[in-house]
């Protein structure tokens, strides 16, 4: 998501990706948690072995990402990207919600609009300098 955001707030073009591609997003409190009641389950004894990914929150094609961000910092989105048959990048790594009993549920957009006032937080911060 930070990637689409600096592309919107910049005016700029995402590159990389399609109009139709369909990403799978999740807000980063819910990654956090998810990390965290991995490290506690760990602390328990138990030692998972292999790879997981932690479950989406949500779905959302690019230019619906991309105006959903516009919306949010009140610009408008360069969603002019080129087209395809969608495409859900998957991978067949297993998730972890079963694992530690948690699975990540905060909205796209509760997420996103949470995401970009950090961002603009963090930006304006950046250009007055630290007080």
Do not use: C
């Not at 997003?25 to 389950?41: A, K, Q, W």
């Not at 932690?54 to 989105?77: C, E, M, R």
């Not at 395809?84 to 909205?107: K, N």
């Amino acid at each position: 998501m930070s990637k689409a955001i600096v592309a919107v707030d910049r005016g700029v073009r995402l590159s990389g990706y399609y109009a139709t591609d369909i990403i799978n997003v999740s807000y980063i409190d819910d990654v956090v948690e998810s990390v965290v009641r991995l490290l506690r389950l760990i602390q328990t004894g138990l030692s998972p072995v292999g790879y997981f990914q932690i479950p989406a929150s949500d779905y959302v094609n690019v230019q619906t990402l991309l105006s959903d961000i516009g919306h949010i910092l009140n610009k408008s989105a360069k969603t002019s990207l080129p087209m395809r048959a969608s495409v859900l990048r998957q991978s067949d790594i297993p998730t972890l919600d079963t694992l530690i009993g948690f699975s990540p549920s905060t909205s796209l957009f509760e997420g996103l609009e949470q995401v970009v006032d950090w961002y603009i937080s963090y930006k304006n911060m950046m250009k007055e300098g630290i007080k």
